[in-house]
């Protein structure tokens, strides 16, 4: 089970920091993703992060402001989330999966546990 806090209401430029609380699964195995979806719009990938922390993927309209994370002790997954634009206006979720291959890393599809969904509004 997946438990998404930390997101709000901030102006443009400002910072959030997202978590994702994992319990009752084996945490340190999984592939954790972002993902957010604008009302009106898909899903759509924002970064992951591998078991070990050792590889982590963006979104290309994220690199460079958003930074994903993970404490395999804490059970908890992160995406710091920097200089937000209007256009970062949307629920978040974060994903896990167990072995994931790299093409489906940026797959809503094919992850299987899911966490509920925390607002992130940017006001301009």
């Known amino acids: 089970q997946l438990q998404a806090s930390g997101g709000g209401l901030v102006q443009a430029g400002g910072s959030l920091r997202l978590s994702c609380v994992a319990s009752?699964?084996?945490?340190?195995?999984?592939?954790m993703g972002w993902f957010r979806q604008a009302p009106g719009k898909e899903r759509e990938f924002v970064s992951a992060i591998r078991s070990t922390g050792g590889n982590t993927y963006y979104a290309d309209s994220v690199k460079g402001r958003f930074t994903i994370s993970r404490d395999n002790a804490k059970n908890t997954a992160y995406l710091q989330m920097s200089n937000l634009k209007p256009e970062d206006t949307a629920v978040y979720y974060c994903?896990?999966?167990?072995?994931?291959?790299?093409?489906?890393?940026?797959?809503?599809?094919?992850?299987?546990?899911w966490g509920q969904g925390t607002q992130v509004t940017v006001s301009s």
């Open positions: 009752g699964g084996s945490f340190s195995s999984y592939t």
């Open positions: 994903a896990g999966h167990r072995g994931l291959i790299l093409s489906s890393i940026r797959s809503a599809g094919d992850y299987v546990h």
